[in-house]
């Protein structure tokens, strides 16, 4: 199996998704970009320049909250032609306010073409049919000595509901999401360095089967190629209102927090090679800001 490509996501299905644009960002994720925010604390790089990684899925309030920490940051928004408006809206603070004025001009853009030094994409990877692709333009996307920071669902969230869909003999009800430890050797593939990964569980709880069902329409849709494709009916729906109905009306959600550095690529050398001095400046320059030494990353 490749784990490049997950098997059981449908392409199409995630292209629809990617597409589809939400009125307002999923409570979950914007829950998600506060936790992963106290993991800026440990970086000691403070960015010049960073770009937000759709921030409609992946939290609204999370992009005030990142503007605050890095005041003097240039700002890039990537999102999808059809959502700049919407998003111009929702990022426009009131001409009366000091923050329209003393902050900088943030840029919405539907591919980014000047790197940054801080790539920041939440709850995005999981719901990715390439996720190899998406790597490669975070990649793309930053500066050498750049980061990454990124979140995504691990391969125990919902397990309620999908025991619940195995003994009902129905198809799953969600794709299988990828390990922690897998998206580690994939951001080395990815040219990533000194990658890092830690989880949490989040169990969120509720008053009815109704408000639960709500909640994961916000979150994501079901991507998995042997999903029940055709319209399901009010009977079905009423059966799986009463199954949830019996059991605790709870979600848990693993969720996988990552963050990688952008290495500077290495010269190649072989038994008679052609260096620019450009290149030999470079790295030269390097070396004497590192001191000659890389601390080593690893999966936790």
Same mark, same amino acid.
């Not at 109704?210 to 979150?219: A, F, M, S, W």
């Not at 009306?249 to 072989?270: D, I, M, N, W």
């Given at each position: 199996? *490749?784990?490049s490509?997950?098997?059981?996501? /449908?392409?199409?299905?995630a292209?629809?998704?990617?597409?589809?644009? !939400?009125?307002e960002?999923p409570?979950? @994720?914007?829950?998600?970009a506060r936790?992963?925010?106290?993991?800026l604390?440990?970086?000691?790089q403070?960015?010049q320049?960073?770009?937000?990684?759709?921030?409609l899925?992946?939290?609204m309030?999370?992009h005030?909250?990142?503007?605050?920490?890095?005041?003097?940051a240039?700002?890039?928004v990537?999102?999808?032609?059809s959502?700049h408006?919407? %998003?111009h809206?929702?990022?426009q603070?009131p001409?009366?306010?000091?923050?329209r004025? #003393?902050r900088?001009r943030v840029?919405?853009?539907d591919?980014?073409?000047q790197?940054?030094?801080?790539?920041?994409? *939440?709850?995005?990877? @999981?719901?990715a049919?390439d996720? =190899?692709?998406?790597l490669a333009d975070w990649?793309?996307a #930053? =500066? %050498?000595? &750049?980061?990454?920071?990124?979140?995504?669902l691990?391969?125990?969230? !919902?397990?309620?509901?999908q @025991?619940?869909y195995r003994? $009902?003999?129905?198809?799953?009800?969600c @794709?299988?999401?990828?390990?922690?430890?897998?998206?580690?050797?994939?951001?080395v593939a990815?040219?990533?360095?000194?990658?890092?990964? /830690?989880?949490?569980?989040?169990? !969120?709880?509720?008053?009815t089967?109704?408000?639960?069902?709500?909640? !994961?329409?916000?979150?994501?849709?079901?991507?998995?190629? =042997?999903r029940?494709?055709?319209l399901r &009916?009010h009977?079905?729906?009423?059966?799986?209102l009463a199954?949830?109905?019996?059991?605790?009306?709870? $979600?848990?959600?693993?969720?996988?927090?990552g963050?990688?550095?952008?290495?500077?690529p290495?010269?190649?050398?072989?038994?008679?090679?052609?260096?620019?001095l450009?290149?030999?400046?470079?790295a030269?320059?390097?070396?004497?800001?590192t001191? &000659?030494h890389h601390s080593n990353?690893? *999966?936790?």
């Amino acid at each position: 199996m *490749n784990p490049s490509r997950p098997p059981t996501i /449908d392409p199409v299905a995630a292209q629809r998704w990617q597409r589809l644009r !939400l009125l307002e960002s999923p409570w979950l @994720h914007e829950e998600v970009a506060r936790r992963m925010q106290e993991r800026l604390d440990l970086i000691k790089q403070q960015p010049q320049s960073w770009v937000h990684w759709e921030p409609l899925k992946g939290g609204m309030q999370a992009h005030d909250a990142l503007m605050q920490r890095y005041a003097k940051a240039s700002c890039t928004v990537l999102e999808a032609q059809s959502a700049h408006r919407h %998003v111009h809206q929702l990022l426009q603070s009131p001409w009366w306010t000091a923050q329209r004025w #003393l902050r900088p001009r943030v840029q919405v853009v539907d591919s980014v073409v000047q790197p940054a030094q801080m790539v920041w994409a *939440n709850m995005q990877l @999981h719901m990715a049919s390439d996720p =190899q692709s998406v790597l490669a333009d975070w990649h793309c996307a #930053l =500066q %050498v000595d &750049g980061f990454l920071m990124f979140s995504c669902l691990g391969p125990d969230s !919902l397990q309620e509901l999908q @025991h619940l869909y195995r003994s $009902l003999g129905w198809p799953a009800p969600c @794709h299988a999401f990828t390990d922690m430890h897998d998206w580690g050797d994939q951001l080395v593939a990815a040219g990533f360095a000194e990658p890092v990964m /830690d989880m949490e569980r989040i169990t !969120l709880t509720f008053e009815t089967p109704e408000r639960l069902l709500q909640e !994961l329409r916000g979150l994501g849709r079901n991507l998995h190629v =042997q999903r029940f494709t055709s319209l399901r &009916g009010h009977v079905w729906h009423q059966r799986l209102l009463a199954e949830l109905a019996k059991k605790p009306l709870q $979600l848990t959600f693993e969720v996988l927090y990552g963050h990688a550095f952008k290495p500077a690529p290495r010269l190649k050398v072989s038994a008679q090679s052609e260096i620019s001095l450009s290149e030999m400046r470079s790295a030269l320059k390097r070396s004497q800001l590192t001191g &000659g030494h890389h601390s080593n990353g690893g *999966n936790t």
